[in-house]
RNA sequence: AGAGAGGUGGCCGAGUGGUCGAAGGUGCUCGCCUGGAACGCGAGUGUGGGGCAACUCACCGAGGGUUCGAAUCCCUUCCUCUCUGCCA
């Protein structure tokens, strides 16, 4: 959520600066109006309120005196409609405007690219050399064609499309990513925390998912909660409203979960193979900082996802995405892309985002600054989606006799 | 899932219609005491909004209602605990 006072007093500044986001910043205006209106109807109620606090305390009195009640019972009940309609307005107007508030998106960080989509992110760095190969890679379906290791067909069977099955060496390479992205995560500072993989409707809030994208969520029939999508979901929540001490922060955490996704807006997009899965198991690094740290602790995220493909060897690119491409709650977000030999491109593996205060508005995540309570920034980034550098192992280290081969760093992981 | 009990400040806990935003304790912070500490003593210590400020409004799980006035009464709902059932 956006700071709604700075939205009153700098409207055109954060309106120049929402542009960069393509979206419809027409909700901006309304915004403001209902704003300020309800700062104005809202102490119309106060006062009224206040006056009838004051004047209920004279019964007592009165009662005591043998004073007559009836006149100032009747000034109050005259009060009291008045109260009746004023809190019916101001009610109205907070409803109207929490409404809107929650479905504006995070303002760009200045760092963020002019552009409309993916096309125009710019990339930073290349790590690693893409490999050479004596034969023509495959893709991923096709090295393993006979589902020996990914079986698609037995996924639809169990649930639908998008659902697959790992066998034999895939299966365990998944659990061997886990642990070893889980132990070097915890080598730079990350704890491990281990959480529900189903959030509540104020979680999902929290973190921006709703009520905007409730379409790519996937929602427990007859109850108000939802299988997460990103473990960044209940792990950022953990702190919903709480106020942390500053000498606590930065919190730097690590968590496995699956995450589930609908897709309901990539029909027809990577519908083959294992890119795009209604679920898929991740990890997630979440960071909960001061304002003054995070940036820093952003490039922590970055390096360590980076490094982490790195030490397996695995050629990677960084992008930082340009305004269209930015995520809702994003203020920043730097995409770490995986080379697949297969598909002859990068593609997503990583993705990590400074949502700055964004998150910490809808979730009430404050720390101790002095005697001032403010909000925090929190961070999130994946560690990476395990089914897509399962992916890319198999396409980067595949032979021409179609074996794959396994990354050094995970050989002690797969027994 | 059924039966019962209960949700109050960082924590414990009092409060059943009128200066209660809330006693008391504990924790924490600051000061005094001390060679230093403990003990003891004194002061401070919830959140959010409005106002330069004095101050003021809201919040006792959440949402409604009754009343001039609600932490206290009524309704709805969520959650927690205990027992029973079921299960890893």
Request: charged letters at 30%; aromatic letters at 8%.
């Given at each position: 959520m956006l700071d709604i006072k700075e939205l009153q007093n700098n409207f055109e500044e954060i309106r120049q600066k929402l542009k960069k986001k393509k979206v419809d910043e027409t909700l901006l205006a309304p915004l403001k109006e209902i704003s300020l209106k309800l700062k104005e109807k809202k102490n119309i109620l106060e006062a009224l309120q206040a006056e009838q606090n004051a004047k209920s305390k004279l019964f007592p009195i009165y009662k005591k005196e043998g004073k007559n009640i009836d006149e100032l019972k009747s000034q109050l009940d005259e009060n009291k409609q008045k109260i009746t309609s004023a809190t019916e307005v101001v009610r109205e107007l907070e409803e109207n405007l929490s409404l809107i508030a929650l479905e504006v998106p995070n303002i760009p960080d200045d760092s963020v690219p002019e552009g409309e989509?993916?096309?125009d992110n710019v990339e930073i760095k290349k790590v690693l050399n893409i490999p050479s190969f004596d034969f023509e890679p495959k893709e991923h379906w096709d090295i393993d064609a006979k589902q020996e290791l990914i079986d698609f067909q037995r996924g639809v069977k169990l649930a639908k499309s998008r659902f697959s099955v790992l066998k034999n060496d895939a299966a365990k390479l998944e659990r061997a990513l886990v642990n070893y992205m889980l132990d070097f995560n915890a080598s730079r500072g990350f704890k491990e925390v281990s959480v529900p993989f189903i959030a509540n409707k104020e979680s999902l809030e929290g973190t921006g998912q709703l009520p905007k994208f409730g379409d790519d969520l996937f929602k427990i029939e007859g109850e108000e909660l939802y299988l997460i999508p990103t473990a960044e979901v209940p792990v950022t929540n953990l702190f919903r409203d709480e106020i942390l001490a500053?000498?606590?922060?930065p919190i730097k955490l690590t968590s496995y979960t699956a995450c589930f996704r609908k897709e309901a807006g990539s029909a027809g997009r990577d519908t083959r193979g294992m890119i795009r899965q209604h679920q898929f198991g991740k990890v997630e690094l979440v960071c909960i900082t001061t304002p003054q740290q995070s940036e820093e602790v952003f490039q922590q995220m970055v390096d360590c996802a980076s490094d982490l493909l790195t030490s397996l060897g695995l050629a990677h690119r960084m992008v930082l995405l340009c305004g269209g491409d930015?995520?809702?709650?994003?203020?920043k977000t730097i995409d770490l892309e995986v080379w697949l030999p297969g598909q002859n491109r990068y593609r997503e593996i990583s993705s990590i985002s400074n949502t700055k205060d964004f998150q910490a508005r809808r979730a009430k995540i404050r720390y101790k600054d002095g005697k001032k309570n403010r909000l925090v920034h929190t961070l999130n980034g994946s560690s990476l989606a395990i089914g897509r550098t399962l992916i890319a192992i198999m396409e980067n280290y595949q032979k021409a006799d179609g074996t794959i081969e396994i990354p050094k760093v995970l050989k002690d992981y797969i027994k």
């Open positions: 989509d993916e096309e500053t000498d606590a922060l930015l995520g809702f709650s994003a203020s």
